[in-house]
């Protein structure tokens, strides 16, 4: 019982951890901050193909524009492995990622990684709806993201029922 009560906690501090980011960000808190934090938190509810047999997770970033922000996730760990965070210009480097944040060229860029099994992410407009898996969404000085669910099953990125609560809309066609 102590257990499952214990699980719970757990559950329940993970999707607050998610949901916090949401909250509008103003002088303190900077946007390249907020989408890091939504970043760290993508991968406590989405699952990789292999998973198990991981060693670390990869978090990988193309011509981004968190600057420092992405510094906090240094000594991070998901699901007791270590995180390693890598900015890379090589999309060779991108299919071996579990997540990808990528910038200016994300359109182009994701269409390349469909068939990976990659959550691809961007700030990019109509990213999802597009070609990604999440794109971050802008609205009176919130960020939240969408979902294209569709293109998540062609990676075979499975995401959590949890996760597609929080988005903002969900593709699935």
């Given at each position: 019982?102590?257990?499952?009560?214990?699980?719970?906690?757990?559950?329940?501090?993970?999707?607050r951890l998610l949901i916090q980011p949401m909250v509008s960000y103003g002088q303190d808190t900077s946007e390249a901050a907020v989408?890091?934090?939504?970043?760290y938190n993508f991968f406590k509810f989405v699952d990789f193909p292999g998973s198990d047999n991981l060693t670390q997770y990869?978090?990988?970033?193309y011509q981004d524009n968190?600057?420092?922000?992405?510094?906090?996730?240094?000594?991070k760990h998901v699901a007791g492995k270590p995180l390693i965070v890598l900015r890379t210009q090589d999309l060779e480097q991108l299919k071996y990622c579990q997540?990808?944040?990528?910038?200016?060229?994300?359109?182009?860029?994701?269409?390349q990684l469909k068939r990976f099994p990659v959550l691809t992410v961007s700030s990019v407009p109509?990213?999802?709806?597009?070609?990604?898996?999440?794109?971050?969404?802008?609205?009176?000085?919130?960020?939240?993201?969408?979902v294209n669910l569709a293109t998540a099953n062609i990676a075979h990125v499975y995401i959590n029922a949890k996760l597609l609560?929080?988005?903002r809309y969900v593709y699935s066609d």
């Open positions: 019982m102590r257990r499952s009560l214990t699980l719970f906690a757990l559950a329940l501090l993970s999707v989408k890091t934090a939504f970043l990869t978090l990988c970033t968190l600057g420092d922000s992405l510094l906090t996730l240094l000594d997540i990808a944040y990528l910038g200016v060229s994300a359109v182009t860029v994701a269409a109509n990213f999802a709806e597009q070609v990604g898996i999440i794109g971050f969404t802008v609205k009176d000085n919130r960020l939240s993201f969408e609560k929080l988005a």
